[in-house]
């Protein structure tokens, strides 16, 4: 029985999907649990305003550094530039928690048949916290608040010749990518509400999906960064931002591609199987016109 169910598996494309599609939901769920722990919980950026959370954080940075558990040249202001930013906290901080909050409620179908008004409404809140996180990117631009500028030195700086970085490759300039990133991430939230309001919900399914890949990007990010961190805690401020950089590059790939491959592989399970019903019916067609004229 267990061989037959594998054989049917494998022979059966939708099938097949259908069970990779649950993956990558469990997966982008737990992404999202990770951002709203990160903002909310802990080290939860978010409340790095209460003086009290603050000095917490400060504690915990030095208690670290003290054990030889973190980097010796990680500044403490990646953790606390926030802190006398209330209007970043509240645009591009918080938002973010309550996007990533709200993306179940969006990709699970099950949400979408089941429970419509609840998939209506939470969508409102998800691309009105989309839009609000761009105006707080905005703002930590313009406050010069990138780690390229107020924790690291400015890219392109001196690392080891045996180490790759992101400047290597020609960005030099971590305001411009992140700007281009932030437009990409405001235009398929835009395209995804206009396809839902001309009653196309195919169009407003796939620019959905590649809008989340555009933002669920920073929870891998965080992870490969961290992990870096861990692995290399002797490493040069000029080291730790390049790894901070092939981080983001590494993860964005990966999100991007992933986006892409879910919308194309849904159209092409979408034409094959209106081409398997056009088939159908044309065969029902002919059958019935074949009955008719033995009759």
Known sequence: MAEFSTSQLL???RRRWKYIMMLLYAVTTLMCLNIVKDVLVFPASYRIGDPQHAELMVSRYRELKNQGKSPKSMPLSIFTKYQEHRAVRLTHLFPAAVWSATIPLQLYPGVRKKCPQVHKMAGYVFFASCFLLMIGLGLIISRGLMCSRHDFPPLGVPVPDDKFSIASIGIANEELVALSMGLWFTYTALAAVLAA????????????????????????????FVDMLTQNRDDPPAQIKSNFDNATIVSLALCTFVAELVVRRDLSLGRRQHETARTTTTSQTAAKIMIKKVQ
Do not use: K
Not at 199 to 211: E, K, L, S, T
């Open 11 to 13: 022979q059966n494309p």
């Open 197 to 224: 309001r001309r009653g196309d919900f195919v169009r407003h399914q796939q620019f959905a999906v590649r809008h989340i890949g555009s933002g669920i990007w920073v929870a891998i990010h965080r992870l490969l």
